[in-house]
């Protein structure tokens, strides 16, 4: 396409952003009017993309970090021949494809999902990184983002982490319209302010008109043409460009035009041009996975072994079958033991330093690649990226988050490294899995099994040793559960998870002391829920005791109560959890303490059954 | 104190922290060597600083962000004075104040908890700006940050702002040692690198040798001397200074010396000195806030309203009635309707871009000066700033959040706007308050209640206009809840919140129909939960249904399932909740879809109930 094509592209992405919008009473077409000349150039002229063939190994990768400009990116794939124009006017609507934020759960060509800012770079990030590092590949990522989300430390945490990788196969294109939602951006169109920023991270920087076809055509030929740095062009837009009732003007984000006919008349009018975009080189697939036998540490009984230990050995052991699984890191690889993992298979580990977002997002980019990545910090830290574990369950994407040092037990390092929350977080995550093993061979297995499920995993791990009570050949089902103690007799239920259940048998050796007899569940699964085992132990015992070292709301009382929320009657349910504010003090101190021990345990047990005594 | 007794005061805090790390068999005293001479010099010739009176007006105001170097505070706290020897090797201990990072919950001279890193920037930018544009004071406030966090975003949020709003007020010195937790940081001993960062967002940055107190000293003068932008002191250390075992080695963070004594002894052994701490000049307490009657904006009946218009105008009635209530946006204003505070009192609003981390640390700032904040963004948002509130939480701050847009009621923008997790996030909070209106007389209270209380407020309102229920003198006490349908037919209660609350009612009209009745309870006050009423409606139904515009874990119906986890029996607990991942729709469709509306309560109701009559 010339530059006169190039121009006329960039207004029937305008006008069918309009029309979008119009239709869906709804939607940004000012955003993505901004934005049309950067994307016609990109689609006329650089993007390398098979749209028939999204996951060509050759293809170019695009992320749309300024996700509301939803228009634009279904007027681009208009353009280029992948929906039609009814398509295209479903925008909004309920069932429709084309959602107001892009989703990969709905259009094959989307890499993730965006609308929440500051999303879309950090992403390109970890797929950049696996162009360049795990595929060898030729393939560029482009990242249009807004200059809005500038604002997000989480863009900072990718800029710093692109420059300081060399990412020169990542392009972050910035539409700086100058406003955002609610009016101006802190820098407005001082394009200057955001290049030294850029600059100072050791990016190569591009000023340009975003509305001078030729100019961008340029820019982004100098991207892809720059070595050894990541590349930023910087566009100086105007929102709502093209259109004088809205252009340049406040008050006009995230509605439709006030009059889309007579806007649609002063773009020129409805047009019909199709986009040849160019095919991708050719590329090898990622090679198939070969998933040989796992060969997994093996734990004796008794033993006493830390589940962040056999975390990180369980992970080398897997990252030896399945060439696919890579481990990253957030600075805490020593304590998280993801570290053993880097030893073992340094070309698939990758280090984020303190940068949890980014670490997250790195995740979820190369999971777009097909990865199978696992992402650790301390489970307090992971509450950093909550956002993006969010959005990664709205992508549909796959990984695997670790979190460490979990509950009060970790001891003396006090609150601001234990993990109260993690089990609320992940819980609440759509269609996640939520991991909490108590020993050294259930965490192994665990970790393995992980990497087969779909949706956000989560494991949490102890920092101190715990003794080691199943066999290395136990099985462990994600969603079922261990019964661990079991008579007729049993008056009482004990569900616990990782170091509470530990505390858990010990009390249930307190109890029978006294000729009390308990159940004692294992709930390593704590969602999905083992509801069977869970219904059987409230038939037979009648009350269900949860033990958790995590906040009393959201964790694993709820889990159980999940069991129970179908109509039928319900168990009396107790729970036992952190109620206080820990400071610092002993593992065993802070147990107790905070009345999750063997004692505490034992006590509300022979409350509970006098109860159903006297009953 | 001159050169050497400066550099015999460093000493002195190298070897109390030493001594304390070894005394609590734990502890980070390498991370506090290096720091030990920016904290003497600061301490002796900088600091303003009343120990005796730590809320005295005129007091700089200093944050540990790098907050596992506690022993070198605690050893600072005691070279001024203000603790003693032997509570100094209390550190670690169960019932001490001196935790392994520090809270204000503990200790009266600490302004904000820190430990989770990337903090003290973002919460000493609120002080600042309280410092600059609220109360108008002469005090400074100096970070103390590590290099390792500047790999957080949160900080460039604060590096960005700080330098935005020129807070020549603030101070930031970064002890770069130039090792992390697992080994080399990304930039090292380049100071260059950050130095160019820093500039790029407006600072003035000064780099020393930070084991040169004299060089300390005059880069501290600097800092309190330049004007119109904020100073970072780039300051060159070596991990563990004067101690040949430990220095600027690998694998020595976090753990105490090999051999204390030893090191002892390197340093020069044990001393004795006292430090006077400059006197903080005089200055005028806070105005004594004047809380006069609150005129509330009044709602009748019927009226339909949306819960986010109605807590922007009662934040404005508010504000007229305490001059201590100010607002912060986080770029979406016009949404989440504070911007009608920012009209009407704009002297005490504050814009922080699309930068959540800094919205919710500034709050914790300025709460800290005793201002009383209301931090607003979209409910969805708020996850981003998740650690931000579990370690305001930490600290015992009290703060106020408002999250907008929950739920799939929202709409068309689909998922990614969608706030689904916020009450489970919340919830599980250390001492929070939840709170869901769902008319705007109702929001109106709740908002002027929130201010009065402790720890994080959290209320969630609505986009989409809801009709007023509810009279404008009908009184909501936090914990409280309404009951709005009852009678003594009543077979199932229905419990909601905000926008399935008037689903709830539809469906009780629908259930009438077929001479159903039901009882219909308003649980605004989500934490703490009214478990009286549902105890009540528990024995006079027999089963609660909960429906909640949220996903199904964490948030309402744990909240129901709170009141009956005291061993009591349990009625039965069903729940309605967001089991899917939305698309976009109209809110009615979405409600429709998850199955929240009032027809599936009522479908829901004829099922339970027809349960109960068989049984």
């Not at 008050?251 to 007579?262: Q, R, T, V």
């Not at 990622?286 to 734990?299: A, F, K, N």
């Not at 037990?409 to 093993?437: C, H, K, N, W």
């Not at 199943?470 to 616990?496: H, M, N, Q």
Request: proline share 5%; hydrophobic share 40%.
């Amino acid at each position: 396409m010339n530059t006169a094509e190039l121009v006329e592209l960039a207004q029937q992405l305008r006008v069918d952003s309009v029309r979008a919008a119009a239709a869906a009473e709804s939607g940004h077409p000012t955003s993505s009017m901004s934005a049309a000349d950067l994307m016609a150039v990109l689609l006329a002229r650089h993007l390398r993309y098979d749209f028939e063939r999204p996951d060509h190994p050759g293809n170019d990768r695009f992320v749309l970090s300024k996700g509301h400009a939803s228009p634009l990116l279904y007027a681009a794939y208009k353009a280029a021949g992948a929906i039609d124009d009814a398509e295209l006017l479903t925008f909004r609507q309920l069932g429709s494809h084309l959602e107001g934020h892009p989703t990969p759960r709905r259009l094959p060509w989307v890499e993730t999902a965006t609308g929440s800012l500051g999303q879309g770079l950090p992403v390109g990030v970890g797929i950049a990184l696996s162009g360049k590092r795990l595929e060898h590949g030729r393939y560029r990522v482009w990242v249009l983002c807004g200059d809005s989300e500038l604002a997000e430390g989480s863009v900072w945490e990718a800029v710093e982490h692109a420059g300081y990788e060399h990412l020169d196969n990542l392009t972050a294109i910035v539409d700086v319209n100058r406003l955002g939602q609610r009016g101006p951006t802190r820098h407005g169109h001082d394009l200057g302010a955001y290049a030294r920023r850029f600059q100072a991270f050791g990016w190569h920087t591009v000023e340009i008109d975003g509305h001078d076809v030729d100019a961008v055509d340029r820019a982004c030929g100098e991207a892809a043409a720059t070595a050894g740095q990541p590349t930023v062009i910087l566009a100086r837009t105007r929102k709502g460009r093209g259109v004088a009732a809205v252009e340049d003007r406040e008050g006009m984000h995230g509605k439709p035009l006030p009059d889309a006919e007579e806007a649609i008349a002063e773009l020129g009018g409805v047009r019909d041009l199709h986009v040849h975009v160019q095919e991708p080189p050719a590329a090898r697939a990622l090679h198939s996975v070969p998933t040989g036998p796992i060969e997994l540490p093996r734990y004796d009984r008794g033993d006493e072994v830390p589940t962040r230990d056999a975390f990180g050995k369980a992970l080398v052991a897997l990252g030896h079958a399945r060439a696919d699984v890579v481990a990253l890191d957030g600075e805490v690889g020593d304590s998280t033991r993801t570290e053993l993992f880097g030893k073992e298979h340094p070309d698939r580990y990758f280090e984020f330093y303190i940068a949890e977002q980014q670490l997250v997002a790195a995740a979820v980019g190369m999971a777009t690649r097909g990865w199978v990545p696992y992402a650790a910090t301390f489970a307090a830290f992971l509450t950093r990226a909550y956002d993006f574990v969010r959005m990664a369950a709205v992508s549909g994407s796959g990984i695997n988050l670790v979190g460490s040092h979990a509950g009060v037990a970790i001891g003396q390092d006090g609150p601001s490294q234990m993990g109260l929350e993690d089990l609320a977080m992940f819980r609440a995550v759509y269609g996640s899995t939520v991991l909490y093993p108590c020993d050294a061979n259930q965490t192994a297995k665990l970790v393995v099994a992980m990497a087969g499920l779909d949706g956000i995993r989560y494991l949490r791990t102890s920092r101190g040793a715990s003794p080691v009570i199943y066999g290395p050949d136990e099985e462990f089902p994600v969603g079922g559960s261990k019964v661990l103690r079991s008579s007729e007799e049993d008056l009482l239920t004990v569900v616990a998870a990782g170091v509470t259940l530990h505390e858990a048998l010990k009390a249930a050796d307190l109890l029978a002391e006294d000729g009390i007899r308990i159940r004692v569940v294992d709930l390593y699964s704590v969602k999905p829920v083992d509801r069977r085992t869970l219904r059987r132990a409230a038939e037979e015992t009648g009350c269900l005791l949860t033990v958790e070292d995590h906040h009393e709301e959201g964790g694993l009382g709820d889990a159980v109560a999940e069991a129970f929320t179908d109509g039928r009657p319900v168990p009396r349910l107790v729970r036992l959890g952190v109620r206080t504010m820990p400071g610092s003090a002993a593992p065993d101190q802070q147990l107790h303490a905070a009345g999750i021990d063997a004692d505490a345990i034992a006590s509300a047990g022979r409350l509970l059954v006098g109860e159903a005594v006297v009953r």
